[in-house]
Nanobody, 122 residues
């Protein structure tokens, strides 16, 4: 069974850090582009970051550039999103997804996790 499971969300103060994990089961992440997305209440879902399988290149939304870092551990079949200098505007449910095309920014994210809540508040 193909499955993506996000974890690592929580409540953090502004300026704090969190590391989100996206663990895959039932398939190997090596050949997929992995995207992180977020959706805040009342807002549309937005792409946050993407990691290409083809050349390891990365993509970041302007709003998170310099603060978030996406990485992959093939041995653990897991992708991470390190989030530093968090702001209240980063509050959202964060989802990971895979694109079999392998390249970012990706156009065919078909498999999604259930999401993990990130709340940035004092």
């Amino acid at each position: 069974q193909v499955q993506l499971v996000e974890s690592g969300g929580g409540l953090v103060q502004p300026g704090g850090s969190l590391r989100l994990s996206c663990a895959a089961s039932g398939f190997t992440l090596d050949y997929y582009a992995i995207g992180w997305f977020r959706q805040a209440p009342g807002k549309e879902r937005e792409g946050v970051s993407c990691l290409s399988a083809s050349d390891g290149s990365t993509y970041y939304a302007d709003s998170v550039k310099g603060r978030f870092t996406i990485s992959r551990d093939n041995a653990k079949n897991t992708v991470y999103l390190q989030m530093n200098s968090l702001k209240p505007g980063d509050t959202a449910i964060y989802y990971c997804a895979t694109d079999p095309g392998g390249s970012c920014p990706g156009t065919d994210f078909g498999s999604w996790g259930q999401g993990t809540q990130v709340t940035v508040s004092s």
